[in-house]
């Protein structure tokens, strides 16, 4: 089973605060268990919205939004992909 692990946005997040010498550090731990395990596929962090860009696709034409987008309630900070034997 793969699942995707999703990072929520923070304000400090969105303002392109990075976390803390110590979180960052606990992070890296972290992933270096999942990745000795097997389990992570892949982790990426996210750059704010306010660096990207959305594209709508409506049949041949495409539109590009730069962001921020102040209208999403969830914005997206990074994510993990995973692959286990069950979800539990």
Known sequence: MRFMIIVKATKDSE?????????????????EELAKAGVRLAAEGLHPSSKGA????????????????????????GFWLWQVKWKE
């Open 15 to 31: 303002a392109g605060v990075m976390p803390s010498e110590q979180l960052l550090s606990e992070m890296d731990k972290f992933n």
């Open 54 to 77: 959305r594209v709508r696709f409506s049949g041949p034409k495409r539109t590009v939004t730069d962001g921020p987008f102040a209208e999403t309630k969830e914005l997206i900070a």
